[in-house]
């Protein structure tokens, strides 16, 4: 995985992934937001760091939608304009979660990989501005 930056989408599979469904499934974006998201929070055993990246900007989506004063960064902002969804209980839930996934240490490739630079102070304070988010009211 190519990063640099600690959000969402600053690496390239949080770009792949948003910029697939953007400009290839737009349409179906509240169906690949939640199967993405429930392919992390599902298995009970390993996640690899690419289905956890996509999943994270997922959820990231799911929150800059639930809270427009969220900046996902311009690469974010621009694929989410692109998509037409609502950020219901069903997509929320399923952001927390996937936060909640992510930042657990155990069966976690993503995290291994930050925990080896010791950044996960840096990459925790990143996404706390999603995690709000999606625990906020629901504005959808």
Do not use: C
Not at 55 to 76: C, I, K, M, Q, Y
Not at 89 to 116: I, M, S
Request: proline share 4%; charged share 25%.
């Amino acid at each position: 995985m190519g990063a640099w930056g600690f959000g969402p989408f600053e690496d390239d599979y949080g770009l792949d992934f948003a910029g697939g469904l953007a400009n290839d499934e737009p349409q179906r974006a509240t169906e690949v937001l939640a199967d993405t998201m429930r392919a992390v929070v599902a298995p009970d055993g390993f996640i690899d760091t690419r289905e956890t990246a996509y999943a994270l900007a997922a959820a990231a989506l799911v929150a800059g939608r639930a809270d427009e004063s969220v900046d996902l960064g311009p690469n974010g902002n621009h694929y989410l304009e692109m998509l037409s969804f609502e950020a219901d209980e069903t997509l929320r839930d399923l952001a927390r979660r996937v936060f909640e996934r992510a930042f657990t240490p155990a069966d976690n490739a993503w995290y291994a990989l930050w925990a080896e630079g010791g950044e996960t102070d840096k990459l925790r304070a990143a996404y706390a501005r999603f995690m709000t988010a999606v625990d906020g009211p629901a504005d959808a």
